[in-house]
T-cell receptor, first 115, second 114 residues
Framework: ETGVTQTPRHLVMGMTNKKSLKCEQH?????MYWYKQSAKKPLELMFV???????ENNSVPSRFSPECPNSSHLFLHLHTLQPEDSALYLC??????????????FGPGTRLTVL | DQQVKQNSPSLSVQEGRISILNCDYT??????FLWYKKYPAEGPTFLIS?????DKNEDGRFTVFLNKSAKHLSLHIVPSQPGDSAVYFC?????????????FGTGTLLAVQP
């Protein structure tokens, strides 16, 4: 596997379910990100991890819970979601740190539908 | 409050011609700019970037121009090919801090007609 991978690619869940999204990067990067893309809206940053430490939580509701066990893996745990949480969830990674020009590379995304 | 704006939601161009995609930003602290391309059901793919110390960066058929005084950047694709048909996002980043945070525009759908 190369680049950034995400599983599952599609997920349908009820409002009472608990599920997790998984992201893995094979680029040797130190920073990982979760984004949400809703229809007709720009990509919205949700969470950032630098060297496994969470450095950004963009006012995300607590029904979304990230986990970064190591620099290569990132999870997004979902519980009691709302239909308006249906969106494309994208994971990205970058070299990280405070270097200039830190380009982010994206995975293919998970299309989430909440019924 | 949209800090990065792509005012054209769509653009149609003939194959072989030039495609010009535009992006405006409001935050003068942005100093690194990127263009991504996105096909349906896929994640954005990094295309090209430019730092604020330059006004032009070229990579094959893709050239990005930056006009700092106007807070404007553009992506030129020459010649355009049908495979270039996708949504193009510009993104901006400010240097420093604990997080290198990318701010994205809403995207422009490019259709290249054969």
């Amino acid at each position: 596997e190369t680049g950034v991978t995400q599983t599952p690619r599609h997920l349908v869940m009820g409002m009472t379910n608990k599920k997790s999204l998984k992201c893995e990067q094979h680029l040797g990067h130190n920073a990982m990100y979760w984004y949400k893309q809703s229809a007709k809206k720009p990509l919205e940053l949700m969470f950032v991890y630098n060297f496994k430490e969470q450095t950004e939580n963009n006012s995300v509701p607590s029904r979304f819970s990230p986990e970064c066990p190591n620099s290569s893996h990132l999870f997004l745990h979902l519980h009691t979601l709302q239909p308006e949480d249906s969106a494309l969830y994208l994971c990205a990674s970058s070299q990280g740190g405070q270097g200039f020009g830190d380009t982010q590379y994206f995975g293919p995304g998970t299309r989430l539908t909440v019924l | 409050d949209q800090q990065v704006k792509q005012n054209s939601p769509s653009l149609s161009v003939q194959e072989g011609r030039i495609s010009i995609l535009n992006c405006d930003y409001t935050n003068s602290m942005f100093d690194y700019f990127l263009w991504y391309k996105k096909y349906p059901a896929e994640g954005p793919t990094f295309l090209i970037s430019i730092s604020s110390i330059k006004d032009k960066n070229e990579d094959g058929r893709f050239t990005v121009f930056l006009n700092k005084s106007a807070k404007h950047l553009s992506l030129h694709i020459v010649p355009s090919q049908p495979g270039d048909s996708a949504v193009y996002f510009c993104a901006a980043m400010g240097y420093g801090g604990a997080t290198n945070k990318l701010i994205f525009g809403t995207g422009t759908l490019l259709a290249v007609q054969p």
